[in-house]
């Protein structure tokens, strides 16, 4: 291995790359801006939560109950109890935010880095490497402990964060290797989806899950009846999540399965649209030059035109893609870090210093930084070196394991899982959960750090060869 981890550039397979994967420049260049906000989210947290004059008001504020009642019926309501703020962020906004991933992992297996097997196999194999190695130097730290139910703690891969260091970097990273580390976090996505749907329901209540299948069974029959509409799946999309809030099946659940049945094809094709898009600007052309030069209100005829093609535009964007891309602001804008704002609070004021780096914080700390470093590193060498996947595209060894190192920024998702684990409620499990979370941030902050490091040291002076110009 250590003959491999030379500046040996892998060949160049992706010639036109910029062009093609216009698309993909675009998903991490938001996930990049929205790790920005991300980061600034958990610093302000961690920075109200430790002022003693307001911090009670900080945690106060998130036990307020949340309604949105009619009648007797409450729809942010669990087994007949109404939801606190944190709990509507952690199970309500938190499954639209799933819900983007599903849209996202659908797309990724139809159009995207997950369309072409041996084009995916590295960053998958990689993935699992990412999460069997963590979880089991997790498992090993706790073995016989009462926080060894965390093991999934330290699997997941934050997007967000992780293109944030990325981009410090700017142009000198290969896209390649950004497009890499992105379909890795997906695929690291799809493992906590299945860690959450497997170990994260409890208590089922048969006849809701009946009638959410029910639900589901609608939105499907509707994507095979190329139904188009967004409220249609919307509307039905709400009530399964309502439907899996009550059944014990976690709710976040619900998102990905709905986003699931998003439809994929759009009404025209592309050969359609441009037919029509033509026709109207030939029939705008046709109007004298003193009308079009003109700035001002548009006549009967112009915006009857202009219609036809806004009419056009939307039926060629599939509503998969339509709401992925409307999505993108919110989820990474507002949801992700409001969700960072509720939960990385964390009170250290009176926390032993030692304690960071002991017990469960220890754990995920290990887990991350070496766990998601070893194992993304020695699967992506193993799949190389037997030839069942290319190296991307101008990367080298040492750029792959500074890229690895970054795989150790787990944040969201570990936030979502610990506080799943140990959301119980009393004394012990909070104490649980704040050394869990205290753990996490300061793993993922490390690997942060250290993947940058790397990074600046191995990259190259100058603007990778497939770097996005736009």
């Known amino acids: ?44 947290a961690l920075v109200v939560a430790n002022i003693p004059a307001i911090n009670s008001y900080y945690f106060d504020f998130w036990q307020q109950e949340v ?23 952690n199970d309500a906004l938190m499954a639209i935010f799933f819900f983007s991933i599903g849209l996202e992992i659908k797309r990724e297996i139809l159009v995207g880095e997950l369309a072409s097997f041996r084009q995916a196999l590295l960053p998958i194999v990689a993935a699992v490497g990412g999460m069997v190695v963590p979880v089991a130097i997790f498992m090993w730290m706790s073995a016989g402990t009462d926080y060894a139910g965390g093991a999934a703690i330290p699997m997941a891969t934050d997007i967000a964060f992780s293109l944030g260091v990325l981009a410090m970097l700017g142009k000198r990273v290969p896209l390649s290797l950004k497009i890499f580390l992105t379909t ?13 749907a497997a170990f994260y329901s ?27 509409s967004k409220i249609f799946y919307l509307g039905i999309g709400g009530v399964v999540w309502f439907l899996f809030l009550n059944s014990g099946i976690h709710p976040t659940i619900a ?56 009419h056009a535009s939307d039926k060629v964007i599939s509503p998969l893609q339509e709401l992925e891309d409307s999505l993108h602001p919110i989820v990474n804008y507002l949801i992700v870090p409001l969700f960072a704002f509720a939960n990385a609070g964390i009170f250290l004021l009176d926390t032993d210093p030692l304690s960071a780096v002991e017990g469960i914080s220890l754990a995920i700390i290990c887990g991350l930084i070496i766990g998601k470093f070893a194992g993304i590193l020695a699967f992506s060498w193993l799949t190389v070196k037997f030839k069942w996947a290319p190296m991307p595209a101008h990367a080298n060894w040492h750029m792959m394991a500074a890229v690895a190192m970054l795989g150790g920024i787990g944040f969201t998702v570990s936030l979502f899982i610990a506080t799943l684990t140990f959301g119980g409620g009393d004394a012990h499990q909070i104490d649980l959960l704040n050394h869990a979370k205290l753990g996490i941030v300061l793993g993922s902050l490390l690997s942060g750090i250290l993947g940058f490091i790397c990074l600046h040291a191995v990259l190259p002076h100058t603007a990778a060869p497939d770097t996005d110009d736009d």
């Open 1 to 44: 291995m250590n003959e491999n981890l030379q500046n040996q550039p892998a060949p160049d397979s992706t010639a036109g790359f910029p062009a093609i994967f216009y698309a993909a420049r675009q998903a991490i260049r938001r996930h990049a801006s929205g790790g920005n906000v991300l980061i600034a989210a958990t610093v302000l």
């Open 67 to 89: 309604r949105l009642q009619v009648g007797d019926f409450n729809v942010f309501s669990h087994s007949g109890h109404a939801m606190n703020l944190l709990g509507f962020i």
């Open 184 to 196: 890795l976090a997906v695929v690291d996505d799809i493992g906590g989806i299945i860690v959450i």
């Open 202 to 228: 409890t208590d089922i209540e048969l006849y809701m899950l009946v009638y959410g299948l029910v639900g589901l069974g609608l939105l499907m029959l509707g994507s095979v009846m190329s139904i188009q």
């Open 255 to 310: 998102g990905v399965l709905v986003a699931f049945c998003i439809p994929a094809k759009p009404v025209f094709n592309p050969r359609k649209y441009i037919k029509m898009i033509r026709s109207a600007v030939g029939k705008l052309r046709n109007e004298d030059d003193e009308t079009l030069n003109a700035r001002t209100i548009l006549s009967k005829e112009q915006l009857n035109y202009l219609k036809q093609i806004e």
